[in-house]
């Protein structure tokens, strides 16, 4: 009798399943009835989320009770397949502000005189409105109206905000207010520091700790560096009185998302510059990341740890178009190991073709038994053990003050590398210039690219929409078999046995073409896939057009500006006029595109009934109006031109 998997007890099924990724086990589940059976199960579906995704939010959802494990597998899969593939769930305008922020699916932002705080992960609780007003003036003599506020960074219910007299450098202020629910307005302000100066500020934070910084600072080579302070939110915490700032000496960049990057994770801050010295070396071969950390209860006595030799690139390996160069960091939902993310649009090997790559990088520091992380300088001289190339002219020409950098070409594994149009370069997707890009992310669990475009060819022809329209550009690829589907199985060779009485013995093919070689992961690349389809596909398409594009105000015939933030479930952004001068509080719409049917739901009552639903939420005294949406429907209905 053939053996099949699902004739397998389950035990066995359950250490088969235990060792396979993510994707493979719910594939398999999908195959047919029985191994759908799998999947009911609440203990595989507990392993499976705790062995590949502990760290998402619905892994934290699933211990808390709140989902049962195998929603939360559901969950993860349809949401990552949804985003690699481009096919959103939900779009809405959520609201019209003039600044957010998005993070932990709670949005913030800038309505008149107050902030606004929704929860869109959660659509249950209602939002809250918090009037600045009050909070200002208890701080500042002068009142709201003649300052200007920023959004700085929010989490764990914490949002730090920067008040700036207009026109005068006077109550330069950094304010951390709670957002949290049921607490008096009185008590909102958490926080506040006045500051001696505000270039380039920008502030992270989590629960206890708030973490700002400002490029203020100057070097003993002149130079502007970063200076960073920190203080605590709570009385559980504290960070020692007389504590000075931090500068971070020889830390190089000041292009938030380009060249510097600064991000809270665990019990640490982190600093992430893409350059190693401030001068560029005529002579040079190898581009290290530059990564210093300190835990967030610092001391004056801890100094932060160093890392200046995380392997970037070979200078040889081409010219980069700047202009397109990202780097951020990102946690993996998998190990919650912090990740460097940079994506660099290159001339490979000086060739004319510039292509964008999408790098990943974990960032680990040496064990911090090796002295190198105080005062050391950090580029690493050629005195400095084996840091140039053997047998390369140019080291004869070397001068003395050089700060050249070498090391060894690592080799480039492609669990590492994301190429835009994959290995081959045969995707036929369009191109956009960087003008028509008005955003780009990368997300590291769904292994995507999200670039947000500006479409003149999509709609054109239809008068209302005349103007280009706002698309989504996504490309992904997912974790492929180790052998590619042509790899040729060698026929296994009866092992000699002349009599033919003793059992056939079959020497087992090695599972590698070359079993030398560390097993590299392979992928498969989904085509670059364009959302949402032009207008005139079906009315619902139409409906979506004018969800992503909604009018502005009137007057702003000058173009538009977008903000937006992706994170792994969503994109929300916000689209103003263009920066009209003199009258700088311009606000826009504010929209919410979902990849996760689990949110963006508005409460109709009509769950199921949901295609294209317009609806307005007035849920009792709240002002939040969900003003226009849009929700996935069937694809027939789409095709039959009844989807709306
Ligand atoms: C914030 O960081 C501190 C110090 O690392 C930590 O003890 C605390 O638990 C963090 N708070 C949250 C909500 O993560
Ligand atoms: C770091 O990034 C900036 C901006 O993209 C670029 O100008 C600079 O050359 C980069 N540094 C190195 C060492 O590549
Ligand atoms: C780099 O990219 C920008 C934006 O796409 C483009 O305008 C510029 O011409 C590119 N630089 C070069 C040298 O090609
Ligand atoms: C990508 O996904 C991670 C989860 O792994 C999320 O925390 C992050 O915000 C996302 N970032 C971007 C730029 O998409």
Not at 218 to 236: C, F, N, Y
Not at 612 to 628: F, L, P, T
Request: proline share 7%; net charge negative; aromatic share 8%.
């Amino acid at each position: 009798m053939p053996r099949t998997l699902d004739r397998l007890p389950f035990d066995v099924l359950f250490c088969i399943a235990s060792s396979l990724t993510f994707d493979d086990i719910v594939s398999l589940s999908l195959t047919c009835r029985q191994l759908r059976l799998l999947l009911n199960e609440g203990t595989l579906c507990r392993r499976t989320i705790e062995t590949h995704v502990s760290y998402s939010k619905e892994a934290k959802l699933a211990q808390e009770k709140k989902i049962t494990y195998r929603d939360a597998v559901q969950r993860i899969y349809e949401r990552r397949e949804a985003f690699a593939k481009a096919s959103p769930s939900s779009a809405s305008i959520l609201g019209h502000g003039s600044a957010f922020l998005y993070k932990q699916g709670i949005l913030c932002y800038i309505s008149g005189s107050s902030i606004r705080v929704v929860d869109i992960h959660a659509s249950s609780s209602a939002p809250r409105t918090i009037e600045l007003s009050p909070i200002i003036s208890s701080v500042v003599s002068a009142g709201l109206a003649d300052g200007k506020i920023s959004l700085l960074s929010y989490s764990d219910e914490i949002l730090a905000l920067h008040y700036e007299r207009k026109a005068k450098s006077v109550d330069n202020w950094l304010l951390a207010i709670s957002t949290k629910a049921d607490t008096p307005d009185a008590e909102r302000l958490v926080t506040k520091i006045e500051l001696e100066s505000s270039s380039k500020l920008f502030a992270r934070n989590n629960a206890s700790f708030l973490y700002y910084g400002t490029h203020s600072g100057v070097g003993t080579h002149g130079h502007h560096e970063w200076r960073i302070d920190g203080v605590s939110l709570d009385a559980e915490h504290a960070i020692p009185a007389g504590t000075p700032p931090l500068q971070l000496e020889n830390f190089v960049g000041s292009d938030m998302g380009s060249t510097v990057a600064f991000e809270i994770h665990d019990n640490y801050f982190y600093a992430l510059s893409n350059q190693t010295s401030f001068d560029v070396e005529e002579v040079d071969w190898t581009s290290f990341y530059h990564c210093v950390r300190f835990p967030l209860e610092r001391t004056s006595s801890n100094a932060p740890e160093t890392n200046d030799r995380i392997y970037r690139r070979q200078h040889a390996e081409g010219p980069i178009n700047d202009s397109w160069t990202d780097m951020s960091m990102q946690a993996d939902e998998s190990t919650n190991a912090l990740t460097i993310v940079e994506s660099r649009r290159e001339w490979k090997d000086g060739g004319s073709q510039q292509t964008r790559t999408f790098y990943t990088q974990e960032i680990t520091f040496p064990p911090s038994s090796t002295p190198c992380s105080q005062t050391s300088s950090p580029a690493v001289g050629p005195s400095a053990g084996p840091a140039l190339p053997p047998d390369d002219p140019f080291v004869a020409l070397l001068a003395s003050d050089n700060n050249a950098h070498w090391a060894p070409t690592q080799r480039r594994y492609e669990r590492f590398t994301h190429p835009e149009y994959g290995p081959d370069l045969n995707d036929p997707a369009r191109a956009f210039i960087l003008a028509r890009t008005k955003l780009r992310a990368y997300n590291l669990s769904c292994r995507s690219f999200i670039d947000f475009v500006e479409d003149d060819k999509c709609c054109s022809g239809k008068p209302i929409y005349a103007a280009p329209c706002l698309r989504l550009r996504i490309g992904s690829r997912r974790l492929g078999p180790a052998l590619p589907d042509d790899y040729e199985q060698p026929q296994p060779q009866p092992a000699v046995s002349s009599k033919g009485k003793e059992p056939l013995r079959y020497e087992v093919p090695p599972l590698l073409p070359s079993s030398k070689s560390a097993p590299e992961d392979c992928f498969d690349y989904a085509p670059i896939t364009m959302w949402p389809p032009p207008a005139n596909a079906c009315p619902c398409a139409a409906r979506l057009h004018g969800i992503l594009n909604p009018p502005l105000p009137a007057g702003s015939a000058y173009g538009k500006t977008l903000v937006g933030v992706v994170d792994e479930r969503s994109l929300v952004y916000m689209l103003r006029p263009a920066r009209s001068y003199g009258d700088d509080d311009a606000g826009g719409p504010i929209v919410l595109i979902s990849f996760d049917r689990a949110i963006g739901r508005v409460r109709t009552g009509e769950e199921g009934a949901n295609d294209g639903v317009d609806s307005v939420m007035g849920d009792g005294g709240s002002e939040i109006q969900i003003r226009s949406r849009w929700v996935a429907g069937r694809a027939e209905a789409c095709r039959d031109g009844t989807c709306c």
